[in-house]
């Protein structure tokens, strides 16, 4: 009988409390975040690099996958954590042109073991 007294005083008190709103920062001042900062793709690649700065930007190594030389495909494993148990890795597919990145394809596919 205490508790249901206990939550009802709490429950009146919370009700009569004024409500404030969280203060929003203004646009372009020094508390918001970039534009780039709030985007979900967040992978640290640009159209042009090469080979090398691909593997070090993402800090994976390239898996060669198919191609003739200066036209290859690769492939690197990203590792995005996941629990204790499974580790979580993102396959990604990076496509050269020239040996420049012409363009990447993340594949977010079913793992085969499970199927």
Same mark, same amino acid.
Request: proline letters at 7%.
């Given at each position: 009988? %205490? =508790?249901? &007294? $206990?939550?009802?005083?709490? =429950?009146?008190? $919370?009700?009569?409390?004024? $409500?404030?709103?969280?203060? &929003? !920062? !203004?646009?372009?001042?020094?508390?918001? !975040?970039?534009?780039?900062?709030?985007?979900?793709? &967040?992978?640290?690649?640009?159209?042009?690099?090469? !080979?090398?700065?691909?593997? /070090?930007?993402?800090?994976?190594?390239?898996?060669?996958?198919?191609?003739?030389?200066?036209?290859? &495909?690769?492939?690197?494993?990203?590792? =995005?954590?996941?629990?204790?148990?499974?580790? /979580? %890795?993102?396959?990604?597919?990076?496509?050269?042109?020239?040996?420049?990145?012409?363009?990447? %394809?993340?594949? #977010?596919?079913?793992? #085969?073991?499970?199927?």
């Amino acid at each position: 009988m %205490k =508790t249901y &007294i $206990a939550l009802a005083c709490l =429950t009146i008190s $919370a009700a009569l409390a004024p $409500a404030t709103a969280q203060i &929003i !920062p !203004p646009t372009g001042g020094s508390t918001s !975040p970039p534009f780039t900062a709030t985007l979900s793709n &967040i992978t640290p690649l640009a159209f042009g690099m090469g !080979p090398d700065e691909v593997a /070090q930007a993402l800090a994976a190594p390239l898996n060669y996958v198919r191609g003739r030389r200066g036209e290859e &495909i690769y492939l690197a494993f990203r590792n =995005t954590g996941g629990s204790g148990l499974f580790f /979580q %890795k993102h396959r990604l597919y990076l496509q050269f042109r020239n040996g420049r990145l012409a363009g990447w %394809k993340g594949d #977010w596919g079913h793992n #085969w073991m499970w199927q």
